[in-house]
């Protein structure tokens, strides 16, 4: 084993002191992909009332909800004009009240989604800021005046192509965007953005809701004096500035101090790294319960995330148990493989055609497994894939658009070379509707879906899923019950074994005596030698292939042993 994967022997928390997210998986729910109950194509809160059984039936404790606020949808939602309110393309507040009750009824909590280091250009706060050089919201952005020649004021790049300073006709100045010109970034350095910000959390609170996801949440705290040449500091300039710690304790003061309930935090975070995790997780700080780290993500990119490498497990292994020993001891990690913005996992790391179930359930009992809090993104449960769409306009993503245009127009790059990329990482992957059964447009709508549904359908949903003797939905339900029962699934010390083997991801968690193996081969071929017993003893609790006493695991076979 490397120094780097030393297990420092830290012994987590009594499960009695454990707090409550630490046997609990969230479900993430896409709206506009979900389920559309108006026949208008687009999914709405009525569909995600209409499935809420069927969440309750997988055993989830969390729903997250992406945003369903007022927007002009640029970025499908994550660009928000109106944060106390919610789309009519969703719904109205009435039938969110009614979803909430519903959820809560069940014995779900749910969580909405924290757009806050930006809004749209369309919000009222932007509008007035952008009005005048001396308009009072003036400094809740970030304005700059043009650099020599009128050039944007330093070189960032937004993260869907393209510079990320916009000029604004109206006072011949520069804003900033990290994400679409559509997507100011708020300046959270003005105290009066940060208050405003605080009551509309809490106003979401005393409506019933049960914590936030917090959208890139590290970026609101920018080095933007450090902008140039050498003087940049370290990543991007525009990440984890000096004040990010006390702007998240602040939040945690201002919002939810003194307030009765069992709620959840998790901030996105893109390059954080797991010691800055540990002090933003670290309870005794009071910032947050988890972050969404992105390392294990982005180590299949090559230049950009649209030039993907080949998987290299031993490199994904020793990531993912880097995070877990770094967080042993103090803090806590967010498990995920899929959400809304990464390809589909079932695609991405393993095999969707000949051994579709086989890796799928494999990734679901790897990630599981772990010492976290999973998150099961909305048709990962049925192991949804990948889809390659004819041409780039049947793709809606800002991102992959945006960068395709650039590619081709800009950088002479064939359109079918660049389509490969999006083929790989696009994000409608994880976007095209949800499929519940073999009727037209996969029971998603009645109308004509905002994006096509993935060909595959009439054979992969829902009904299909659970009707077959291998599903992957019982898969996940298992593992759900088993996070909920099992105080070792939600506790234990990890250990990751055989660090270095190109096929078998195999770790075990430990506590109280009780040892649990996970031994998976993750790969096309049958394992390259016989297991050694040490690793199956005990009682297989779970498998995804029929119950044998071989050694040698097949393709993609993944077991769980308990011993004690
Ligand atoms: C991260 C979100 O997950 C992504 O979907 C969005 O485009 C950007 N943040 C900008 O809000």
Redesign the pocket.
């Known amino acids: 084993m490397t120094d780097e994967l030393q297990n420092t022997s830290v012994t987590s928390n009594p499960a009695s002191d454990a707090a409550w997210w630490t046997s609990a998986v969230v479900y993430q729910i896409y709206p506009r992909s979900f389920a559309d109950s108006n026949g208008d194509g687009i999914g709405d809160i009525g569909g995600i009332r209409s499935h809420l059984d069927y969440l309750a039936e997988l055993g989830v404790d969390v729903i997250w909800l992406?945003p369903i606020y007022p927007s002009p949808q640029h970025?499908?939602g994550?660009?928000i004009r109106d944060y106390e309110n919610i789309d009519p393309v969703f719904g109205d507040l009435d039938q969110f009240d009614a979803l909430l009750a519903e959820v809560h009824d069940r014995g779900m909590k749910l969580v909405m989604d924290l757009?806050v280091?930006?809004t749209s250009d369309e919000h009222p706060w932007f509008i007035e800021s952008a009005s005048s050089t001396d308009n009072p919201k003036r400094d809740w952005y970030w304005w700059r005046t043009p650099g020599a020649n009128g050039t944007p004021p330093n070189a960032w790049v937004s993260?869907?192509s393209g510079p990320a300073w916009t000029m604004d006709a109206t006072t011949g100045e520069y804003y900033l965007h990290l994400?679409a010109a559509q997507?100011p970034d708020l300046n959270w350095e003005n105290p009066e953005v940060r208050q405003a910000v605080y009551a509309m959390m809490r106003s979401w609170l005393d409506r019933g809701v049960d914590g936030f996801r917090m959208?890139?949440i590290n970026l609101i705290a920018k080095r933007i004096e450090l902008i140039d040449g050498d003087e940049r500091g370290e990543g991007l300039g525009f990440t984890m500035g000096p004040q990010i710690h006390d702007f998240m304790a602040e939040m945690h003061r201002e919002v939810f101090a003194g307030r009765e309930g069992n709620f959840l935090t998790v901030g996105?975070m893109p390059g954080v790294s797991v010691e800055e995790a540990a002090l933003f997780t670290d309870p005794a700080r009071k910032e947050l319960d988890m972050v969404f780290q992105f390392e294990h993500v982005s180590l299949d990119s090559g230049e950009s995330k649209f030039d993907p490498l080949e998987r290299d497990l031993p490199a994904l292994k020793k990531n993912l148990a880097k995070w877990q020993y770094g967080l042993a001891a103090t803090g806590w990690n967010s498990l995920y493989l899929d959400?809304?913005?990464q390809p589909r996992l079932v695609s991405r790391f393993g095999n969707d055609a000949e051994f579709r179930y086989e890796s799928a359930t494999l990734w679901a009992l790897v990630l599981h497994l772990q010492r976290g809090t999973p998150y099961v993104y909305q048709g990962e449960e049925i192991g949804m894939t990948n889809v390659r769409f004819g041409s780039i306009e049947d793709y809606r993503d800002?991102?992959s658009i945006n960068h395709y245009r650039e590619a081709v127009d800009e950088f002479d790059r064939s359109p079918a070379s660049v389509l490969e990329g999006v083929y790989a990482r696009g994000?409608d992957n994880a976007r095209t509707p949800m499929q519940w059964d073999d009727t037209e447009h996969a029971g998603f709508t009645a109308g004509t879906p905002w994006i096509a549904v993935n060909p595959n359908y009439p054979v992969l949903n829902v009904l299909a899923d659970r009707k077959s003797h291998r599903s992957v939905f019982d898969f996940y339900q298992r593992l759900i019950e088993l996070r909920h029962s099992d105080p070792v699934v939600a506790l234990g010390d990890f250990e990751l074994l055989e660090p270095d083997h190109p096929q078998l991801f195999a770790f075990t968690r430990q506590r109280d005596g009780v040892t649990l193996t996970v031994v998976a081969n993750a790969s096309d071929e049958p394992l390259s030698e016989a297991l050694p017993p040490q690793l199956t003893a005990g009682d297989l609790v779970l498998s995804n292939y029929p119950v044998s006493d071989e050694l040698v695991l097949r393709p993609w076979e993944a077991r769980l042993y308990r011993t004690r």
């Open positions: 992406s970025d499908n994550y660009d757009v280091n930006h993260a869907f994400f997507q959208d890139v996105e959400n809304h913005d800002i991102e994000r």
